[in-house]
């Protein structure tokens, strides 16, 4: 399965292409989608969250083919993991595959909730103006 890839479904219908550059997540968001869309419980989902297997190289292969097959569609990090949460700041993880899509001149939507750790790679979403960056606030709170 290629790391760039085309949602399947409703996904579809916010982002044409995606790359999820983690399997789990550490964020243990009460209202995250993605444990049972992975069918995986949530406790497995939010214990051990990892980066893809081999992502890298994988991803320069797809980022390359996209580039030369001129793709123009935006790629969403991440549908089912966030590209910021906090095993990131010890892999960075995300900007090594910002760094990589921008050298193809790839459009990139990060969505995340990870934060001030996203402020860090501002400089490589900079580089395109197509390129678009979104947080997610979550609160419990209901006032």
């Known amino acids: 399965m290629p790391i760039i890839y085309e949602p399947a479904g409703k996904a579809r219908e916010y982002s044409p292409l995606a790359c999820n550059l983690y399997r789990g997540c550490g964020h243990r968001c009460l209202s995250c989608y993605a444990p049972s869309a992975l069918h995986m419980t949530r406790e497995s989902f939010h214990a ?16 390359a083919k996209a580039e030369a097959r001129g793709e123009t569609r935006e790629i969403l990090l991440s549908f089912t993991s966030d590209a910021y949460q906090p095993i990131d700041a010890e892999t960075k993880l995300a900007r090594k595959a910002l760094e990589i899509l921008t050298r193809h001149h790839l459009t990139v939507t990060v969505l995340t909730k ?24 979550t609160t419990l709170d209901s006032a």
């Not at 081999?54 to 980022?63: C, E, F, I, P, W």
């Not at 990870?114 to 606030?137: E, M, Q, S, V, Y």
Request: aromatic share 4%.
């Open 48 to 63: 051990s969250p990892a980066p893809r297997i081999d992502l890298l190289s994988q991803l320069r292969d797809d980022a």
């Open 114 to 137: 990870g934060g001030t750790r996203a402020c860090r790679d501002f400089d490589l979403l900079a580089r395109n103006p197509k390129n678009a960056f979104a947080t997610t606030l």
